[in-house]
């Protein structure tokens, strides 16, 4: 058996996700909207987290004090 001939039957997981995603141009681009997509929405909720992180404490919302009238005794 020839070696090539044998590397020909094996295919990697890349070659397999390969051609399930390039067999047709309508599954391609729609990997490519999904991908985006989900990869926005992962970078949106990862800055949001971040931010969140970073701002503990000073949001107007965490401070008790702002909007509140002194009261006199």
Request: overall charge positive; hydrophobic content about 35%.
């Amino acid at each position: 058996m020839d070696y090539s001939a044998a590397r020909r039957n094996q295919g990697g997981l890349y070659e397999g996700l390969y051609r399930l995603v390039m067999r047709r141009n309508s599954v391609y681009v729609t990997f490519i909207v999904a991908g985006a997509f989900l990869g926005e929405r992962a970078v949106d909720y990862g800055v949001h987290k971040l931010w969140e992180y970073n701002n503990l404490g000073k949001r107007y919302e965490d401070i008790s004090v702002l909007g509140q009238r002194p009261t006199e005794e």
